[in-house]
């Protein structure tokens, strides 16, 4: 199977998006920002029409894209997110307050690694999206995932890394380390005692974790 072929085909099945993702996605583009693709973010919306959640905490907001798409695929969702860069926490509450979206989605600036104090009062999640600095993906697992309920999901993407995880010696020399610790993230999590997990070649690859009961 070419898998280049089938990816044409199944971005050119998906229909216009809305003006505002558009432009989202141009923003993006042009400022070098990292945003979950096309059919990765239409993943992580049907996960959530199916799982119903009404809580998720977000690790990783960059601009604000994923958490306007969240909320776009259920309008009653309660998003908290988690942002370090100052220019894009401001670029983001500028995107979410443009989109009325300000009741929906709450920002905190600061690093994840840090700022679980201020996520704990906030804290009832059925869901918990992992989308920020990859080498440290197994730290922001076992800080917030304590704030998750039983029968929860953890959505990680990126997980695949452009096939280097596959083949790590096709990796420029810079990424192989990082590499390695998504290689050792993923097998960490397919071996977690409280979680079953399935990764998804989508995207970038998109590891899905169900909290057991």
Same mark, same amino acid.
């Given at each position: 199977m070419n898998y280049g072929q089938v990816n044409h085909y199944l971005l050119d099945l998906i229909d216009? =998006?809305? =003006?505002?993702?558009?432009?989202l996605q141009l923003q993006a583009e042009a400022h070098h920002v990292p945003i979950m693709d096309k059919q990765g973010i239409r993943l992580l919306q049907q996960l959530i029409r199916l799982y119903q959640p009404k809580r998720i905490l977000e690790i990783g907001t960059a601009i604000g894209y994923s958490a306007l798409r969240m909320v776009e695929a259920k309008n009653d969702l309660? +998003? +908290?997110?988690? =942002?370090?860069?100052? =220019?894009m926490y401001k670029q983001a509450l500028h995107n979410i307050q443009e989109q009325g979206q300000t009741e929906h989605i709450k920002v905190i600036f600061g690093d994840a690694l840090e700022t679980v104090d201020k996520v704990e009062p906030l804290a009832d999640f059925n869901m918990i999206f992992i989308d920020a600095a990859k080498g440290q993906y197994r730290h922001f697992f076992d800080l917030y995932q304590p704030l998750l309920h039983a029968g929860g999901v953890i959505v990680t993407d990126n997980v695949l890394f452009r096939g280097f995880v596959a083949n790590p010696e096709e990796a420029p020399k810079r990424l192989r380390n990082m590499s390695a610790k998504i290689d050792q993230y993923n097998r960490w999590l397919l071996e977690h005692e409280d979680y079953d997990t399935v990764i998804l070649p989508v995207g970038d690859g998109v590891a899905i974790s169900v909290r057991r009961y």
């Open positions: 216009s =998006e809305p =003006e505002w993702v558009q432009k309660q +998003v +908290v997110t988690i =942002e370090r860069n100052e =220019e």
